[in-house]
């Protein structure tokens, strides 16, 4: 079927089953970049895993897979990535097309979602002049400025749990980008990136999120670090 082949890609080691299943939010951003970046990453998970001398049983491929619409958030879905794009827009989508109910009662079990500049607005407790949910932070959208003042940076990464290597800076797209102006619970929010001091990714639960655009680079920390949340979520690391 031309479609479904469109729709999903399996990346892993040949003739490995899929095994952790990541939704990509397809209304806006560079979700094939995600893709490529998903294939890097669980090639690297694969990798310690055989530095740890771990059962070759315990090899994971991953399964991409574009959503735009409420009955595909399904139950054996481990993750979703809400890319970057306009953030009102972005919301309107999800509302027009049962995105927002079908997302709670999903959200609901042991998923893991991914929200990158508005994916980062649309997942923080406070915003600036409106309010949303999930993560415990404080966010002003488009902080940074218009598409004109859009930069480039080094981002420090923290030693912190699921940070592979923070030795080398990763690279840092910002556009449009919001800022995270506080962390609203400490004690329960992990900053896991810093520019000149102030977040720039965090992680709590079950929730990651980002100002800048990881996808926009040759860098997989990141979303290795989404699928190491999928397997703690799912009691396997």
Same mark, same amino acid.
Not at 204 to 212: G, H, T
């Given at each position: 079927n031309p479609k479904s082949k469109h729709l999903s890609r399996v990346f892993g080691e040949r003739g490995a089953m899929p095994q952790?299943?990541?939704?990509?939010?397809?209304?806006?951003?560079?979700?094939?970049?995600?893709?490529?970046?998903?294939?890097?990453?669980?090639?690297?998970?694969?990798? %310690?895993? *055989?530095?740890?001398? &771990?059962?070759?049983? $315990?090899?994971?491929?991953?399964?991409?897979? %574009?959503? *735009?619409?409420?009955? &595909?958030?399904?139950? $054996?879905?481990?993750?979703?990535?809400?890319?970057g794009g306009e953030s009102t827009t972005v919301a309107k989508f999800m509302q027009q097309n049962g995105l927002l109910d079908a997302y709670k009662v999903w959200f609901s079990g042991k998923a893991v979602v991914w929200g990158i500049c508005a994916g980062l607005i649309a997942l923080s407790d406070r915003v600036v002049d409106m309010k949303t949910g999930g993560l415990a932070v404080t966010t002003d959208r488009n902080f940074y400025g218009r598409q004109r003042e859009s930069f480039e940076c080094q981002i420090e990464l923290k030693p912190v749990e699921d940070i592979s290597d923070c030795n080398e800076y990763f690279p840092g797209v910002f556009i449009r980008a919001p800022k995270i102006l506080s962390i609203d619970k400490p004690e329960s929010v992990r900053v896991l990136a810093t520019v000149?001091?102030?977040?720039?990714?965090?992680?709590?639960?079950?929730?990651?999120?980002?100002?800048?655009?990881?996808?926009?680079?040759e860098d997989p920390r990141l979303h290795l670090?989404?699928?190491?949340?999928?397997?703690?979520?799912?009691?396997?690391?």
């Open positions: 952790l299943k990541i939704g990509l939010l397809a209304i806006q951003g560079a979700f094939i970049e995600h893709r490529n970046l998903l294939e890097s990453a669980v090639e690297q998970l694969q990798q %310690e895993q *055989r530095q740890k001398k &771990q059962n070759s049983k $315990d090899c994971y491929s991953v399964e991409a897979i %574009e959503v *735009r619409r409420g009955d &595909q958030l399904t139950e $054996d879905l481990d993750a979703l990535i809400i890319p000149n001091s102030y977040p720039v990714a965090v992680a709590q639960d079950r929730i990651l999120a980002c100002s800048f655009h990881p996808e926009l680079t670090v989404l699928l190491k949340m999928v397997l703690r979520s799912r009691g396997e690391l």
